[in-house]
């Protein structure tokens, strides 16, 4: 059973009006695995989440979660699956515990809201109105919410959109909890530092169309894979160009000719060369920084955009 | 059944919670009680039943269309109803908590003002309280049914004001609620035998001044439970938990064929005339028991 994916996707296709939202899409999420579509905002990325959580019809392909079509079985893939939504409210006056207890009312199996509040750091604010918790704690009620039916599939809906960095490092401590309790999760994201730190694969969506998928490390390899090698002296350099080191393109010299910056698809061999040229002008360093190629590098390789366009 | 039970429990809580709940189902009716009760009650003892049956309709309507209406598109448009989507629930229980919740969030109101009616104006208490208890559930859910099909229609918080009030200020003003039909107009009288709340408030009215039953005052009752069941089950096909799934403007006129009951009552009352001769004979038997 296990080599089953518990979320298959093939040829998925949306369409608003004439608007194509998701343009025949395929990937599989596999058991036990944290699985990103990482894209701009409009990508398709809620759009498709939302098919496969059962909550949005679909206009082509074959979608499978948990061995349920989300398109004809919703209400009993709902009551085995965790939802985080994005922009999702709970009344003001609702308490923290009545939420849980309201919402565990709906599910055919829970666990103890008890055990769920203590997991997610809600212990104290059991009694408090949903309008008095801060930003994270609203969105840790909503993973509460979400791990109430104890769900072996989990979909996270950009759980960390609009919280500040402290909040948004406790929610990544979450995920990676849920990680090793073997739970299957997808999440959308538009942030590349989320997707680097907490999928084991990604998907980069954009209009509709995945257009690169794999392991973060993969899919940085598969693109030309070029880093940026950015080195600052003491001294300016001399007035004569540098000599054409191995491997390196796009040479820039600034900030009064004290730094370098140079493109290599081989900086290790590149950075030895440049160093040791600028040794041999006499001239001291006071910096050196090698930056490998992030995922939002290999975005705007790929659709010569950024992703927060 | 567990999930219709918890959200019954959470909407009472809430509704208890929120402020401006408790001031339109206890003290708004109670102002308008005391200060008609004041101005016509003390001198005219005789006109306290129609005073209580403005005071109960004007309640009915507030609950059902602002309670009722109001909040659903409230739900629906800060995105709490969002979150129900993601539960493994259908609309029905959501409504029909909010079908329940109001009911129960009303009865007090319905003692506190008969006790008030009772004690300080000394209004007999009626002999037909089951058949008053029967009126009183179905005017609530009747029009806490109609709240949710208008809720149900509307795109936004401004249009749902909008409708709400269309549906309010005539069944307000119309009815017989404030003013006594047989004082209004032709027009106005020709337009209250199509308006639900007017069978209210002769149901009422018939109830506190005749001893009326619920069997008397089953035409009436026949078309508020055929409202209520076309409003709840057109709200269930209707519901929306999404602000951003709009609905066609053509989808408006599932409205029109929740009152078509009353359409029909209302053809069938103009011509037959009883609805028009027991308004009058009510408010004949008010003056008259007020001089005695």
Same mark, same amino acid.
């Given at each position: 059973?296990?080599?089953?994916?518990?979320?298959?996707?093939?040829?998925l296709?949306?369409?608003?009006?004439?608007?194509? !939202?998701?343009?025949?899409?395929?990937?599989?999420?596999?058991?036990?695995?944290?699985?990103?579509?990482?894209?701009p905002?409009?990508?398709?990325?809620?759009? %498709?989440?939302?098919?496969?959580?059962?909550?949005?019809?679909?206009?082509?392909?074959?979608?499978?979660?948990?061995?349920?079509?989300?398109?004809?079985? @919703?209400?009993k893939?709902?009551?085995?699956?965790?939802?985080?939504?994005? !922009? %999702?409210?709970?009344?003001?006056k609702?308490?923290?515990?009545?939420?849980?207890?309201?919402?565990?009312?709906?599910?055919?199996? %829970?666990?103890?809201?008890?055990?769920?509040?203590?997991?997610?750091q809600?212990?104290?604010?059991?009694?408090?109105?949903?309008s008095?918790? @801060?930003?994270?704690?609203?969105?840790?009620?909503?993973?509460? /919410?979400?791990?109430?039916?104890?769900?072996q599939?989990?979909?996270?809906?950009?759980?960390?959109?609009?919280?500040?960095p402290?909040a948004?490092?406790?929610?990544?401590?979450?995920?990676?909890d849920?990680?090793?309790?073997?739970?299957?999760?997808?999440?959308?994201?538009?942030?590349?530092?989320?997707?680097?730190?907490?999928?084991?694969?990604?998907?980069?969506?954009?209009?509709?169309k995945?257009?690169?998928?794999?392991?973060?490390?993969?899919?940085?390899a598969?693109? @030309?894979?070029?880093?940026?090698i950015?080195?600052?002296?003491?001294?300016?350099l001399?007035?004569?160009?540098?000599?054409?080191?191995? #491997?390196?393109?796009k040479?820039?010299?600034?900030?009064?000719?004290?730094?370098?910056?140079?493109?290599s698809?081989?900086?290790?061999? %590149?950075?030895?060369e440049?160093?040791?040229?600028i040794?041999?002008?006499?001239?001291?360093?006071?910096?050196v920084?090698?930056k490998?190629?992030?995922?939002? #590098?290999?975005?705007?390789? /790929?659709?010569?955009?950024?992703?927060?366009? | 059944?567990?999930?219709?039970?918890?959200l019954?429990?959470?909407d009472?809580?809430?509704?208890l919670?929120?402020?401006?709940?408790?001031?339109?189902?206890?003290?708004?009716?109670?102002?308008?009680?005391?200060? *008609?009760?004041?101005?016509?009650?003390? &001198?005219?003892?005789?006109?306290?039943?129609?005073?209580v049956?403005?005071?109960?309709v004007?309640?009915?309507l507030?609950?059902?269309?602002?309670?009722a209406?109001?909040?659903?598109?409230?739900?629906?448009?800060?995105?709490?109803? &969002?979150?129900?989507?993601?539960?493994?629930? =259908?609309?029905?229980?959501?409504?029909?908590?909010?079908?329940?919740t109001?009911?129960?969030?009303?009865?007090?109101?319905?003692?506190?003002?008969? =006790?008030?009616?009772?004690?300080?104006? &000394?209004?007999?208490?009626?002999q037909?309280?089951?058949?008053?208890?029967?009126?009183?559930?179905?005017?609530?859910?009747?029009?806490?049914?109609l709240?949710? +099909?208008l809720?149900?229609v509307?795109?936004?918080? $401004?249009?749902?004001?909008?409708? +709400?009030?269309? *549906?309010?200020?005539?069944?307000?003003?119309?009815s017989?609620?404030?003013?006594?039909?047989?004082?209004?107009?032709?027009?106005?009288?020709?337009?209250? $035998?199509?308006?639900?709340?007017?069978?209210?408030?002769t149901?009422?009215?018939? +109830?506190?001044?005749?001893?009326?039953?619920f069997?008397?005052? &089953?035409?009436?009752?026949?078309?508020?439970?055929?409202?209520?069941?076309?409003?709840? *089950?057109?709200?269930? $096909?209707?519901?929306?938990?999404?602000?951003?799934?709009?609905?066609r403007?053509?989808?408006?006129l599932?409205v029109?064929a929740?009152?078509?009951? *009353?359409?029909v009552?209302?053809?069938?009352?103009s011509?037959?005339?009883?609805?028009?001769?027991?308004?009058?004979?009510?408010y004949?038997?008010?003056?008259h028991?007020?001089?005695k």
């Amino acid at each position: 059973m296990n080599d089953v994916a518990p979320i298959q996707v093939e040829g998925l296709i949306k369409n608003y009006g004439d608007f194509q !939202a998701v343009g025949g899409i395929d990937f599989e999420v596999r058991a036990g695995e944290v699985f990103g579509l990482l894209g701009p905002n409009g990508a398709g990325k809620t759009t %498709t989440v939302e098919i496969l959580e059962g909550l949005r019809p679909r206009n082509g392909g074959r979608v499978s979660v948990l061995g349920f079509d989300p398109g004809k079985q @919703s209400r009993k893939l709902k009551d085995r699956i965790g939802v985080c939504l994005q !922009a %999702t409210n709970l009344p003001e006056k609702i308490k923290v515990t009545e939420a849980l207890d309201l919402f565990a009312s709906f599910h055919s199996r %829970t666990l103890q809201p008890g055990t769920l509040l203590e997991r997610l750091q809600l212990e104290g604010k059991r009694d408090s109105f949903y309008s008095q918790l @801060s930003g994270g704690q609203k969105q840790r009620l909503a993973l509460a /919410l979400a791990l109430l039916n104890d769900p072996q599939v989990l979909f996270l809906d950009e759980p960390t959109a609009g919280l500040d960095p402290q909040a948004r490092h406790g929610i990544h401590e979450l995920v990676q909890d849920f990680r090793k309790e073997q739970r299957t999760i997808l999440l959308t994201t538009h942030y590349i530092e989320e997707a680097e730190k907490l999928c084991d694969r990604v998907a980069i969506i954009d209009g509709g169309k995945i257009i690169a998928i794999g392991t973060p490390q993969e899919i940085q390899a598969r693109t @030309s894979g070029r880093s940026i090698i950015e080195i600052r002296c003491e001294q300016p350099l001399p007035g004569a160009e540098p000599p054409a080191w191995t #491997d390196a393109e796009k040479v820039t010299i600034g900030e009064g000719r004290r730094a370098i910056t140079v493109v290599s698809a081989r900086p290790a061999r %590149t950075l030895v060369e440049m160093v040791k040229w600028i040794d041999q002008q006499g001239i001291d360093l006071s910096d050196v920084h090698l930056k490998r190629p992030s995922l939002e #590098d290999v975005f705007i390789e /790929l659709t010569g955009r950024s992703l927060r366009e | 059944m567990r999930s219709y039970l918890a959200l019954v429990r959470i909407d009472l809580k809430l509704a208890l919670r929120n402020r401006s709940v408790l001031f339109f189902n206890y003290l708004f009716p109670l102002i308008f009680f005391f200060v *008609f009760g004041g101005m016509m009650g003390g &001198r005219q003892p005789g006109s306290m039943p129609y005073i209580v049956s403005m005071v109960l309709v004007l309640g009915i309507l507030g609950n059902g269309l602002f309670g009722a209406g109001m909040r659903a598109v409230q739900e629906r448009e800060a995105n709490i109803l &969002r979150r129900f989507k993601v539960a493994p629930i =259908s609309p029905a229980p959501i409504l029909v908590a909010s079908l329940i919740t109001g009911w129960v969030i009303y009865l007090p109101s319905v003692i506190l003002v008969l =006790s008030l009616a009772h004690l300080v104006y &000394r209004m007999p208490i009626p002999q037909n309280l089951i058949s008053l208890f029967g009126v009183v559930t179905l005017g609530v859910l009747t029009f806490r049914s109609l709240g949710l +099909i208008l809720a149900s229609v509307a795109n936004s918080m $401004q249009e749902s004001q909008i409708l +709400i009030q269309l *549906f309010y200020m005539p069944m307000l003003f119309l009815s017989g609620a404030t003013f006594p039909l047989a004082l209004l107009p032709l027009w106005a009288k020709i337009t209250a $035998q199509f308006l639900p709340a007017s069978y209210l408030v002769t149901a009422f009215q018939g +109830i506190f001044l005749r001893h009326e039953s619920f069997f008397e005052n &089953r035409t009436a009752a026949a078309a508020l439970v055929a409202a209520l069941l076309l409003a709840f *089950f057109i709200s269930v $096909q209707l519901f929306r938990w999404e602000k951003e799934e709009k609905i066609r403007p053509a989808a408006k006129l599932w409205v029109v064929a929740v009152l078509v009951p *009353f359409i029909v009552l209302g053809v069938y009352q103009s011509h037959s005339g009883e609805f028009l001769n027991k308004a009058n004979a009510l408010y004949q038997q008010m003056q008259h028991s007020g001089r005695k």
